[in-house]
């Protein structure tokens, strides 16, 4: 019986290798620039980012200024690179356009903008057209009056532009500067379920938590999590890729044929089947884990910086030592008051686990950090270097919580522990909050 539940595993794993590509994804090129002025209609569209794309959903959707899209002759197509598309033109009239773009990069995030560019095509013919008849009849002037007010309407075309223009780029700072907290929760409620439910069966292998006096309250809290992990999965799953399913083509396109859709189903595969094979099979559940930590990582920054190998393997190490540390906290949360006889016995394993997770964050977080960020001042000048640097000091204070807990315990000081475990167990809950940030910005400015 045992062996037939590999089969659900193995599938996962046959969905999953196809994901594996690289580079990392942000805009570099475009062409029309953003907010430039043509005087001669583009034959093409071309957009190219810094790194390769997911060759299966893309899209560039050009519009004129009263919003009327307009129509292509032809589909928008990706380059053999992967890191180019570009959408060829047909004789577009003078006027504002606005551009927009979507792309999945091989991180399984979502990159869209829009952005604005005019075409003045007809303005500088009869600029030419003016500056020829000056020529050919000298003594013919232009009433001073008429060519007063020209100039003036051109000013005022030209200001209207600006303006427009300004309230473009402050609508876009706006919007890139807005925090999405209820996007923000959902994912950290997500790496709490992942982290948990994956540290509670390892700690099942190494303690008599699943079959002694815990079992009941051990099966119950595991029900939970996977119940938390099925819903925030689904739910922050749809939040990041809902502005690509416009219609069933694409979400066919979406769930089959990209990274993100890949990832996203196979850990809803991954957080269903935690109902049916858990608790059954030490060797099942360990593969289990491995495949749910191995998802996560090939969904995130871990899969678009090179050496794409290396950072996944550091990725999965990465989260499986949190989760060791966090359940670990958890556990003693859950039993502390409960069950004194298990606390007992599980504080000395749990003390020298976490000091060799906590070490083993520092070490696979500090190699991450290296590749993923090409200049070391982009630490504190990016955003993401500046979250990073805010989960390093949270990271430092709870090693040093867990430093005082251990004298404590050494001098079974039981409530000096139970401060520091509430302590932990709050800034846990910060450190969830600040990665979910982390996944969600771009390591390059």
């Known amino acids: 019986m045992k062996k037939y539940l590999l089969i659900p595993l193995f599938l996962m794993l046959v969905i999953l290798f196809p994901t594996l590509v690289s ?62 598309i570009y959408r060829e033109l047909t004789d577009l009239d003078s006027g504002d356009y606005s551009l927009s773009y979507k792309v999945i990069g091989a991180d399984g995030h979502v990159i869209e903008d829009t952005y604005s560019f005019s075409l003045r095509v007809d303005e500088q013919a009869a600029l030419k057209e003016e500056d020829s008849e000056a020529s050919e009849i ?114 066919t396109t979406l769930l089959v044929e990209t990274t993100i859709g890949r990832a996203w189903m196979s850990l809803i595969g991954l957080s269903i089947l935690s109902f049916f094979i858990l608790h059954r099979s030490t060797f099942i559940d360990a593969i289990w884990i491995v495949l749910l930590l191995f998802t996560e990582a090939i969904s995130g920054h871990a899969n678009a910086m090179k050496p794409v190998i290396l950072n996944i393997s550091l990725d999965i190490i990465h989260l499986g030592a949190a989760a060791i540390w966090i359940s670990g906290i958890v556990i003693l949360l859950l039993f502390w008051k409960s069950n004194e006889v298990f606390i007992k016995s599980f504080i000395p394993i749990f003390s020298t686990y976490a000091l060799i997770s906590m070490i083993t964050l520092a ?58 475990l509430k302590g932990d167990i709050l800034l846990i809950l910060v450190i969830l909050l600040v990665v979910s940030v982390l996944t969600h910005v771009s390591p390059l400015p």
């Not at 990392?24 to 209609?41: D, I, Q, R, Y």
């Not at 583009?42 to 129509?71: A, C, M």
């Open 138 to 251: 000298v003594n013919e002037s232009v009433p001073e009056k008429e060519n007063k007010d020209n100039k003036n309407e051109a000013i005022s075309k030209e200001k209207e532009r600006e303006e427009k223009l300004n309230n473009e780029s402050e609508l876009d700072e706006a919007t890139e500067n807005h925090i999405d907290v209820p996007a923000y929760l959902i994912r950290a409620l997500y790496y709490f379920s992942l982290l948990t439910i994956s540290g509670l069966v390892f700690w099942s292998f190494f303690t008599n938590i699943s079959k002694s006096s815990t079992e009941k309250v051990y099966r119950k809290s595991s029900m939970y999590l996977k119940v938390m992990l099925l819903i925030s999965v689904v739910i922050s799953g749809y939040l990041q890729s809902n502005s690509l399913l416009t219609d069933m083509t694409s979400i």
């Open 23 to 84: 580079a990392h994804t942000s805009l570099l090129e475009a062409n029309p620039a953003p907010n430039s002025e043509l005087v001669k209609a583009p034959e093409t569209v071309t957009l190219t980012f810094s790194g390769t794309l997911d060759s299966s959903l893309y899209e560039i959707k050009l519009y004129q200024d009263e919003g009327k899209e307009v129509v292509f002759d032809e589909a928008t197509k990706i380059e053999d690179n992967q890191q180019t």
């Open 363 to 420: 070490i696979s977080g500090s190699v991450m950090t290296v590749f993923f960020l090409p200049d070391i001042t982009l630490l504190w000048s990016s955003l993401w270097g500046q979250v990073l640097l805010l989960k390093i000091v949270v990271f430092i204070i709870i090693a040093l919580i867990g430093y005082f807990m251990r004298k404590a315990y050494k001098k079974t000081n039981q409530k000096a522990q139970q401060h520091l």
